[in-house]
């Protein structure tokens, strides 16, 4: 089985042609939807450069025989994971990010949908969050560490020439510690004290200078929290104003959405939207005044947040029960069906879904109370697991789709993801100021667990990214089956049904389009890996007494 795509965006830069773009783990491909021809692959893959192993023998006139040298491509191998891709309004540039070395990469778009690294610029901890400004001149990147930079998107001469001039000398810190004796009330806290003493005394200092980053950079704003998501927009507040203002939507792991102006006012912070119970992941603008918020709920807060104002609550948590229940239904008909060998649908047999239910619901039970003790005998002080919160729901994703050519008025919908589950969720939003919200919420079933969506420009169609190498629901079950499972999928939205739904339906001829990418070999990989790249932010939710007994937070490793 191969690689799945990660992440997925569409551009289109000029000529009218539409590329999707597609990373599956440190590899970038550009993918002309007219034929589905890969125009570019990066990083690139010359003669010299093969996936398959080479060997090459030294020549030598005396001495020892020759001796061979296996030449692996490690390179490869080590290149960092693509986490987040965002392209500009003006579809002329795509900026990624990658994951083990903190890095934002600037890349051109050609009118033939081909890439050109234009820029690499390693950050000083991982971005979580990435945005482009109104103007397409910078990129906003936001921290885990709840750190918020602009960085011009391509940095001029002038760019480089400004930061120069305001870039002071890094201070080397003085070798010494800045307590003494008279604040120190603890044996332990004196004992420290005096081994920094004895360091100081051999000259050495007590940390190492921190290193400046050396590319033009402001630092924005920061979160005391870890910080999860950032949204940029430019709206006009009020009638009293003139001119519109550029605000900065920002949210944290300890439940806070914050409202801060824009540069150069990015220290005002106009205020909070507070109500959420468990850490925030998304944040979505439905409208330009109406934003939806998401993460370890069981509802999505939405907010009338010039105001900070809560306007709805949208229960989310019946629409991913009856998901769950009709994934099961589906599995025990098809399990009857092999038992008979007949191609007959059967009628789902209820009492047998029941226990199927009740089987995974008590099998769940079971694993969190073993799981949570073996982890309790090793780590007394701490919380229960991941494994301990399957039944909870994580909001891994939320977007805004417009249908553009259904009706007399373009029909938007919000899309949203849950983390290891095969759906796609969805409901009209204008729904959202209702009460019942939540009674309207479709699905799109899936495959596999959903990872990402991107939608072609000017159509109702959808490509989705699935998980092919896990079981449909699971985040740790490798699945054993030899049956070829499709990474991308298209899906169309064809009408409505009686009850004013969205009906879905797949796109045969897109499909057609994306199957030499879906049986593209892309890059090999290992169990514990993927987990960390498709499925993190379960490891958002806190443990009980995480924080009262100084346990490191969950993503916060650089």
């Known amino acids: ?21 597609a990373a599956s783990g440190h590899k970038l491909f550009s993918v002309n939807l007219a034929d589905g021809s890969v125009v570019t692959q990066w990083p690139k893959e010359g003669p010299n450069e093969a996936l398959e192993e080479k060997e090459v023998v030294a020549e030598e006139t005396e001495g020892p025989p020759s001796k061979k040298r296996r030449l692996s491509n490690e390179k490869h191998e080590d290149l960092p994971n693509i986490i987040h891709m965002v392209v500009t309004a003006s579809q002329n540039h795509l900026v990624v990010v990658t994951a083990e070395d903190k890095c934002l990469r600037v890349f051109e778009i050609s009118p033939e949908g081909k890439l050109e690294q234009l820029s690499q610029r390693n ?6 969050a990435i945005v482009i400004s109104p103007d397409d001149k910078s990129i906003y990147s936001a921290d885990k560490f709840g750190d918020v930079y602009s960085l011009p998107l391509v940095p001029t001469a002038e760019d480089h020439a400004e930061f120069q001039s305001r870039t002071k000398k890094v201070v080397e810190p003085k070798a010494g510690p800045a307590a003494h004796e008279t604040t120190v009330h603890t044996k332990a806290n004196l004992r420290s004290l005096e081994s920094q003493l004895k360091q100081a005394q051999k000259g050495k200092p007590l940390s190492k200078p921190k290193e400046p980053l050396d590319f033009p950079h402001d630092l924005l704003l920061g979160h005391v929290s870890l910080l999860t998501d950032l949204l940029v927009t430019t709206i006009k507040p009020d009638e009293s104003i003139e001119k519109p203002r550029t605000y900065l939507i920002t949210s944290d792991r300890d439940e806070h959405v914050r409202i801060s102006r824009g540069p150069p006012q990015a220290y005002v912070i106009e205020g ?10 998304k944040l979505c603008l439905a409208e330009p005044g109406l934003l939806v918020s998401g993460g370890g709920d069981d509802e999505l807060l939405i907010w009338d947040w010039l105001a ?11 629409a991913v029960q009856k998901m769950k229940h009709n994934f099961i239904r589906e599995k025990v008909v098809e399990e009857d069906v092999e038992m008979d060998g007949s191609d007959i649908r059967h009628v789902p047999d209820e009492q047998k879904i029941k226990e199927e239910v009740e089987a995974v619901e008590n099998a769940t039970n079971t694993d969190e109370k073993l799981v949570e003790a073996e982890e309790r005998s090793v780590h007394p002080s701490a919380g229960p697991p991941t494994e301990s919160k399957i039944g909870k729901i994580a909001v891994s994703n939320i977007w805004r789709f417009v249908s553009p ?17 095969p759906a796609l969720f969805h409901f009209p939003i204008p729904s959202l100021r209702t009460e019942k919200g939540g009674e309207d919420i479709g699905y799109i079933p899936l495959p596999s667990n959903i990872l990402d969506i991107t939608q072609l420009r000017n159509t109702n169609t959808l490509i989705i990214s699935v998980d092919n ?17 499709p990474r991308l999928l ?3 939205l064809v009408g409505e049904d009686l009850d004013g739904g969205a009906v879905w339906k797949p796109q045969k001829d897109v499909d057609s389009v994306l199957l030499d990418l879906n049986e593209q070999n892309t890059v090999e990989w290992h169990e514990k890996a993927l987990q ?9 939710r806190k443990r009980g007494a995480e924080e009262q007994d100084g346990a490191p937070e969950p993503g916060m490793a650089e």
Request: proline residues 6%; contains cysteine; glycine residues 6%.
């Open 272 to 281: 909070f939207c507070l109500g959420h119970r468990e850490f925030i992941n």
């Open 405 to 421: 050519s259904m009706g007399k008025a373009p029909q938007s919908h919000l899309l949203i993801a849950i983390e290891g589950l």
């Open 308 to 318: 900070q104002k809560l306007v709805n609550r949208v229960n989310i948590s019946k």
């Open 123 to 128: 950050m000083p901890k991982k971005p979580c």
């Open 490 to 492: 298209a899906f169309e």
């Open 469 to 485: 190498i896990h079981e449909p629901s699971s985040t740790t079950i490798v699945d054993s089956s030899e049956e070829f499972k």
């Open 532 to 540: 960390t790249l498709l499925y993190s932010v379960e490891n958002l």
């Open 1 to 21: 089985m191969h690689h799945p795509y990660q992440r997925l965006t569409v551009c289109v830069p000029g000529t009218g042609a539409q590329f999707l773009l």
